[in-house]
């Protein structure tokens, strides 16, 4: 079998304008050798998660700046149980309260990675966590 | 899941899963496309090609858009250049696709080299048959867009569409080999450019002196495009069709598909033959000391390549 490549999508729910972020981890995650498919900007959760399929992603990392992840990062979370895809991964990022984390990973994100986060972890994190092919 | 019968029910699902197993060479493939293989060959297949920055996502988006339009359902393979270096993979043909996620009746799938050469991927054309198994009416591959070199998208679609933008080269460019020779259609894009029209004539003076030397039948139209602005996708759309009605009629679409069968087949005997060679090679490090040997002039390369073909193929005929 070839080398298997880990996919992953990187997304921006709602209707954050700032991507700098996920633009500056879209580059990061392929020079770790990953396959990204930057969905860009103002994404609904069923775009997401239809990208997610149509990709056969193995990890989706949503970011969000403007609040909304308490809605959006849940949500993409459920469509993708809906579509048998429970053993996507999924991370997310950016301007996240603590409080909210605890919450967010009980609806099943997986790890909330906040600013400053070295990217290498976020990259660890991918690669011990991700399912396998 | 029952994957062939939901791939051929269209389910995006197993199209996308079984896309991965091809990539990844994964042995579940294998009898998978052997079983959906019958149900190919309806799906019209389409090449847009051209170097960075012409605008090929958005004109395929807006070409789809068109054939959303009249009903007919849409697959589209978008691919981009893996990192030599890393092997990772930067895919954002997707980004300019937005308004077809959510259309059932198109499927999207970004598909990275891996090393491979030309503008495509090496599966790129076994995912166009899951596509075509799946029902989908046409297929649009966009390549890698790196200019010269990248001509195997000729040897996949039906009808190829080069994509050309002012300002991007003089007229000499126009006549080099390569990307030039393989258009069934001429695309100038972003045509609200100073230089759209001198472009315009100049690519139509190459087609008239290709219309001289040749004894081409099908002449290639020049379609001038805006495509953020959605202005020319009708036209193209037109011309695609036209394309393809002239190669119906003229029998010449049969010719092409066997002539691509043909190149296929080879590709994938080679292919399949050479791994398990290279297996055998590597097994014992029996590569190594023939490479040693050859190092210190023991013997010839020449040699150790008849050697190991007489192995293979004890009884030649000369």
Same mark, same amino acid.
């Given at each position: 079998?070839a ?22 981890l ?9 396959e ?8 609904t ?6 990208a997610a399929v ?14 909304v992840?308490?809605?959006f ?11 048998k895809l429970?053993?996507?991964l999924?991370v ?14 009980k609806?099943?994100v ?5 600013p ?14 991700v399912?396998?092919? | 899941?029952e ?13 996308a ?7 990844n ?5 294998r009898?998978?496309m052997?079983?959906?293989y019958p ?5 019209y297949?389409?090449?847009?090609t051209?170097s ?23 697959g589209i393979i978008?691919v981009d250049?893996s ?7 930067l895919?954002?043909?997707?980004i300019?696709?937005?308004?077809h996620?959510?259309?059932p009746?198109v ?6 080299t891996?090393g ?9 054309q076994?995912a166009?048959? +899951?596509?075509d198994?799946s029902? =989908? $009416?046409?297929? %649009?591959?966009?390549? !890698? /867009? ?13 009808t ?8 991007l ?7 080099k ?5 393989i ?9 609200d450019?100073?230089g759209?029209d ?9 087609v008239?002196?290709d ?5 081409r039948?099908?002449l ?5 495009t ?18 393809r ?7 010449e ?5 066997r ?5 296929e087949?080879?590709k ?8 398990? +060679?290279?297996q055998?090679l590597? =097994? $014992?490090?029996? %590569?190594?000391?023939? !490479? /040693?040997?050859?190092m210190e002039?023991?013997?010839?390369p020449y040699?150790i390549?008849e050697?190991v073909v ?9």
């Open positions: 079998m080398e298997k490549k880990i996919k992953i999508i990187v997304a921006k729910p709602g209707l954050d304008g700032h991507d700098r972020g996920a633009k500056l879209s580059r990061i995650f392929a020079e770790a050798g990953m990204v498919v930057y969905t860009g900007l103002r994404q959760p069923e775009m997401i998660v239809e149509q990709e056969d992603a193995d990890v989706v990392g949503l970011s969000s700046l403007s609040g992840h308490n809605y990062f849940p949500r993409v979370v459920e469509l993708l149980r809906e579509k429970d053993n996507v999924v997310g990022g950016g301007i996240i309260p603590e409080d909210d984390i605890p919450a967010l990973k609806a099943g997986a790890e909330i990675f906040g400053g986060t070295p990217t290498d972890e976020i990259v660890a994190f991918i690669k011990a966590n399912r396998p092919k | 899941m994957y062939v019968s939901e791939v051929l029910k269209g389910s995006p699902l197993a199209v899963r079984m896309i991965t197993w091809l990539e060479e994964d042995e579940r493939a009898p998978f052997e079983e959906i149900h190919t060959g309806k799906a297949i389409i090449g847009i051209g960075p920055g012409t605008g090929k996502s958005t004109l395929t988006d807006g070409l789809t858009w068109q054939m959303r339009k009249k009903n007919l359902t849409v978008a250049p990192s030599p270096f890393t092997g990772g993979a895919l954002g043909d997707r300019r696709m937005t308004r996620s959510e259309d009746g499927f999207m799938r970004s598909m990275a891996r491979f050469l030309g503008g495509l991927a090496q599966f790129t076994g166009t048959k +899951i596509l198994a029902g =989908k $009416d046409m297929i %649009i591959i966009e390549t !890698v /867009g790196v200019g010269q070199d990248e001509v195997d998208i000729m040897r996949v679609a039906d190829t569409c080069v994509v050309l933008v002012p300002g080269g003089d007229v000499i460019q126009s006549m080999a390569g990307i030039m020779e258009a069934d259609i001429y695309v100038i894009n972003k045509a450019l100073p759209a001198q472009l315009y004539t100049e690519v139509m003076y190459r008239e002196q219309a001289q030397m040749k004894n039948k099908w290639p139209p020049v379609i001038k805006v495509a953020v602005e959605g202005k020319g996708e009708v036209d193209l759309f037109n011309a695609i069709m036209a394309h009605k002239y190669l119906e009629e003229s029998g679409l049969t010719e092409k598909r002539e691509r069968t043909r190149q087949t080879l994938m005997l080679h292919y399949e033959l050479f791994r398990i +060679i290279r055998r590597d =097994k $014992d490090h029996r %590569i190594d000391l023939m !490479v /040693g040997a050859i002039h023991k013997i010839s040699k390549v050697k007489n192995e293979w193929l004890p009884s030649r005929d000369s």
